[in-house]
């Protein structure tokens, strides 16, 4: 069949076989030499041809039918489904967590990108082996990789990166990779969209000084084992700032039932889920937020605006849209993210 002499499979590369026959059909497409309807090799037929396995050919064939690029007829073989565009650039997304702070930068980073560029979304959940797996199947395979480096260790420890995992990214072409949300401290990235996580929690609290005078004490409350940890670095900057302006505080890993909720005190709350603890407890006991008790949240959502929560939050869009710009203008460098005090009813 003259198709079969359309795959290009090197025996050499240290990319997977299965994508190798992946991008070699979606190129083919993209050129139209495969036209939608076109009968394309049998999975034998590429097994016996180039020495490869069965399962090699079928992983790329259900790859390129979870797609709706191929489709399959009983007893007749595989043919084109539809027409693949020529995107220009492949992108890989390596996120750490799914959360609507992360899926924010991901939206705008792909939105401003538009839909001529393919980006492919994977999810390591802070989990270096998933994390390093995903990152050797996909090796040369794209034209650029933004990687959040979050990570976590055996403790549930946060951890920016593995000895491993920076031996791997050491291996990068650097020009291809953009670091975003959190960076790398012994790689110097040539492009990064960050926080510092230290000093922007320090400036945010600084900037609220005046209505964080009105409360005696500070309390963060700071998971240590969350199943996604946060940076170290968000309570190391928070005790800083009470040492220097002269707060009394406390990191507490949660927010209990029945707290001893004492007036005058404000917290810096992380996750949601704490958020909504501690405000069912101040209003079941006749408090006022922002009176009472104050209320940070750490990171905005349109919920909190809507419910007048002050919040401590970087420019997910923003970081999403630089990220996406640095690629658009071949531009290489290295970015803090904006981060800000936004004051609502809440402090």
């Not at 939608?36 to 039918?65: C, H, Q, W």
């Not at 539809?82 to 939105?111: C, D, H, P, T």
């Not at 919920?303 to 849209?321: H, N, P, Q, R, Y």
């Given at each position: 069949?003259?198709?079969?002499?359309?795959l290009?499979?090197?025996?050499?590369?240290?990319?997977?076989?299965?994508?190798?026959?992946?991008?070699?059909?979606?190129?083919?497409?993209?050129k139209?030499?495969?036209?939608?309807?076109?009968?394309?090799?049998?999975?034998?037929?590429?097994?016996?041809?180039?020495?490869?396995?069965?399962?090699?050919?079928e992983?790329?064939?259900?790859?390129?039918?979870?797609?709706?690029?191929?489709?399959?007829?009983?007893?007749?073989?595989?043919?084109?489904?539809?027409?693949v565009?020529?995107?220009?650039?492949?992108?890989?997304?390596?996120?750490?967590?799914l959360?609507?702070?992360?899926?924010?930068?991901?939206?705008?980073?792909?939105?401003?990108l538009?839909?001529?560029?393919?980006?492919?979304l994977?999810?390591?959940?802070?989990?270096?082996?998933v994390?390093?797996?995903?990152?050797?199947?996909?090796?040369?395979?794209?034209?650029?990789?933004?990687?959040?480096?979050?990570?976590?260790d055996?403790?549930?420890?946060?951890?920016?990166?593995?000895?491993?995992?920076?031996?791997?990214?050491?291996?990068l072409?650097?020009?291809?990779?953009?670091?975003?949300d959190?960076?790398v401290?012994?790689?110097?990235?040539?492009?990064?969209?960050?926080?510092?996580?230290r000093?922007?929690?320090?400036?945010?609290?600084?900037e609220?000084i005046?209505?964080?005078?009105?409360?005696?004490?500070?309390?963060l409350?700071?998971?240590?084992?969350?199943?996604?940890?946060?940076?170290?670095?968000?309570?190391?900057?928070?005790?800083?700032?009470?040492?220097?302006?002269?707060?009394?505080?406390?990191?507490?890993?949660?927010?209990?039932?029945?707290?001893?909720?004492?007036s005058?005190?404000?917290?810096?709350?992380?996750?949601?889920?704490?958020?909504?603890?501690?405000?069912?407890?101040?209003?079941?006991?006749?408090?006022?937020?922002?009176?009472?008790?104050?209320?940070?949240?750490?990171?905005?959502?349109?919920?909190?605006?809507?419910?007048?929560?002050?919040?401590?939050?970087?420019?997910?869009d923003?970081?999403?849209?630089?990220?996406?710009?640095?690629?658009?203008?071949?531009?290489?460098?290295?970015?803090?993210?904006?981060?800000?005090?936004?004051?609502r009813?809440?402090?």
């Amino acid at each position: 069949m003259e198709s079969l002499k359309l795959l290009r499979i090197d025996s050499d590369s240290r990319m997977p076989k299965y994508r190798q026959i992946v991008n070699s059909i979606l190129e083919e497409i993209e050129k139209g030499s495969l036209k939608v309807g076109m009968r394309i090799p049998s999975i034998n037929e590429i097994s016996e041809e180039y020495y490869l396995s069965r399962d090699t050919v079928e992983k790329a064939y259900n790859f390129l039918k979870e797609k709706k690029i191929i489709v399959s007829a009983k007893g007749k073989g595989y043919y084109v489904a539809r027409a693949v565009e020529s995107s220009g650039l492949s992108v890989l997304f390596l996120m750490n967590k799914l959360s609507s702070y992360k899926l924010r930068i991901y939206n705008a980073f792909v939105g401003s990108l538009g839909s001529r560029t393919r980006v492919d979304l994977k999810v390591y959940h802070c989990d270096p082996k998933v994390f390093l797996s995903e990152l050797e199947e996909s090796r040369g395979a794209y034209d650029y990789y933004v990687i959040m480096p979050h990570f976590k260790d055996e403790t549930l420890s946060h951890r920016t990166v593995t000895p491993e995992v920076l031996e791997a990214l050491r291996t990068l072409p650097e020009e291809k990779v953009i670091y975003i949300d959190n960076m790398v401290p012994d790689l110097e990235a040539r492009s990064a969209v960050y926080q510092d996580f230290r000093m922007d929690i320090y400036e945010a609290l600084s900037e609220a000084i005046e209505c964080l005078r009105s409360y005696q004490k500070l309390i963060l409350v700071y998971p240590r084992k969350a199943v996604y940890p946060y940076p170290t670095r968000i309570r190391t900057g928070f005790q800083q700032f009470c040492s220097d302006y002269d707060f009394q505080f406390e990191i507490l890993d949660q927010i209990y039932t029945d707290m001893e909720l004492q007036s005058k005190d404000a917290y810096i709350i992380i996750e949601e889920n704490d958020l909504v603890a501690l405000v069912k407890q101040i209003r079941d006991r006749g408090l006022t937020m922002g009176k009472d008790i104050g209320v940070i949240s750490y990171n905005d959502t349109p919920l909190k605006d809507l419910l007048g929560i002050t919040v401590i939050s970087t420019d997910f869009d923003a970081m999403g849209e630089t990220a996406a710009y640095m690629i658009q203008s071949r531009k290489q460098e290295v970015v803090k993210n904006a981060f800000h005090f936004i004051n609502r009813d809440s402090i």
